[in-house]
């Protein structure tokens, strides 16, 4: 009878725990440009009344940003592209930001499975990290007329927009025909 009665608790802690877990974590969600040259699959973090960028926001202006929750985002193209001004072979990246209030850097980085951006900003793992950058560009910063509630990455065929509570980035992007 104890065995029974330990087991039952033992199924319904660890029941709890993955609904607790489940309900906690952002929805991943993977999109495709219109001609499917390009895939982004991120987790998208929700505002929830908070200030998200700036000196007093979630994300700090001038820190390396995950660019999404949960596991670093990543970003494929089926071609070879122009990444704002930056030639990038076809194949999986991870995606990392710096938010500012004017501009963004936008960093292309080859190690994949990547989680968040600990690893990136580690003074001793950062170093060895950042030789592994494909493509490191600037994007003008943009404020958005109303409030974009949850971060929404969209990819055409020609450019990467990332959008957040009021403020928006474009990245120029062009396939350039060529594939791996």
Do not use: C
């Not at 003008?140 to 928006?168: F, G, M, N, R, Y």
């Amino acid at each position: 009878m104890k065995k029974g009665l330990l087991f039952m608790i033992a199924v319904l802690v660890t029941a709890t725990s993955s609904l607790m877990f489940a309900q906690n974590k952002s929805p991943h969600l993977k999109v495709e440009s219109p001609g499917k040259t390009i895939k982004v699959v991120y987790g998208q973090p929700s505002k929830r009344g908070r200030v998200i960028f700036g000196p007093n926001g979630l994300e700090k202006y001038g820190k390396v940003w995950r660019t999404g929750a949960d596991e670093a985002t990543e970003i494929s193209f089926t071609k070879d592209v122009m990444f704002g001004n930056k030639m990038v072979k076809a194949g999986t990246y991870t995606l990392f930001t710096i938010p500012d209030e004017k501009e963004w850097t936008v960093i292309l980085n080859s190690k994949l499975g990547q989680w968040g951006a600990y690893d990136y900003i580690d003074p001793v793992k950062g170093a060895e990290l950042k030789k592994l950058d494909v493509a490191q560009i600037k994007v003008p910063a943009k404020t958005t007329p109303a409030v974009v509630e949850k971060l929404t990455i969209t990819p055409t065929e020609s450019d990467v927009t990332i959008a957040w509570d009021q403020t928006s980035i474009s990245i120029p992007v062009k396939p350039t025909g060529g594939t791996n």
